[in-house]
């Protein structure tokens, strides 16, 4: 299995290429724009990529994606550069990979598995399953970071429509640097628990070999249920979580 990370340097990243690396059979690279990061890519057993997803154009991309099983997308301007590098980031830079994907020749394109957050939907739908702290947390974080928030809609919006290669969303909620429990909570579910990176990253390693997962936005929050146990109800239930 031949896997790709689009923001190797985040948090959960570093710790999902520790967890692919470790792993009989795959081969990880993980795209940086900082060449000075490249030894800390090296650490977790990946290979550094250097490519800016503001800078380098989608061409740039596809090359880096070439032969890939798996492109992970879990790059963020983490609230830095105001909402005009949020845009540049979280909603063109996932387009950007995505029409990267779409450019390869290659029969079998990869799938891409995006990281983005618990509760980014249509602001005017509220989910008929949250409960009153769920809107009021929902409602704070929107004012909070109204730019973060819209872009990734935005970006998920998009990604649902395209057709031309596998598709799986992940939707974390707060993230904490808490060890992780294996324990969670996952599909339609409340969004007030946080859960901790190294049990999201837990989970996107586990995507990579959930191919049935296409075309599901997936909610993870901190819970009480067995991770794998947990996904797999949510996969075999179907039900996607992203509400346009």
């Known amino acids: 299995m031949k896997v790709i990370i689009v923001g190797g340097h985040g948090k959960v990243s570093l710790r999902l290429a520790a967890i692919l690396s470790a792993k009989q059979g795959y081969s990880v690279s993980s795209i940086i724009r900082n060449a000075d990061q490249s030894d800390d890519i090296k650490e977790t ?17 596809a090359e880096a994606f070439e032969g890939m ?19 540049k980031v979280d909603y063109e830079g996932a387009l950007k990979v995505s029409d990267a994907i779409e450019l390869l020749q290659a029969k079998e394109k990869p799938r891409l598995i995006l990281v983005s957050a618990v509760d980014i939907r249509n602001p005017d739908v509220i989910p008929p399953h949250y409960n ?17 928030v819209h872009w990734k809609y ?9 057709t031309a290669f596998k ?7 707060g993230l904490t ?26 989970v996107l390693a586990l995507l990579a070999e959930r191919p049935d997962a296409s075309s599901l936005a997936i909610d993870l929050v901190g819970g009480d249920e ?16 992203f509400l346009g």
């Open 45 to 61: 057993g990946a290979k550094p990529v250097v490519l800016s997803l503001e800078d380098d154009d989608k061409s740039k991309f």
């Open 132 to 148: 009153e702290k769920d809107i009021e947390l929902s409602e704070r974080m929107r004012k909070a970071i109204p730019a973060y």
């Open 226 to 241: 067995d991770i794998p146990t947990a996904l797999d109800k949510m996969i075999k239930k179907g039900e996607t979580d």
């Open 69 to 87: 099983d798996i492109v992970y997308f879990s790059a963020g301007a983490g609230g830095q550069g105001g909402e005009e590098r949020t845009k």
């Open 167 to 173: 598709w799986t969303i992940l939707r974390p909620g």
């Open 154 to 162: 935005e970006a998920d919006k998009n990604l649902v429509k395209r």
């Open 177 to 202: 640097l808490e060890p992780g429990k294996g324990k969670a909570s996952i599909g339609r579910t409340h969004i007030t628990s946080p859960i901790s990176r190294d049990d999201v990253a837990s």
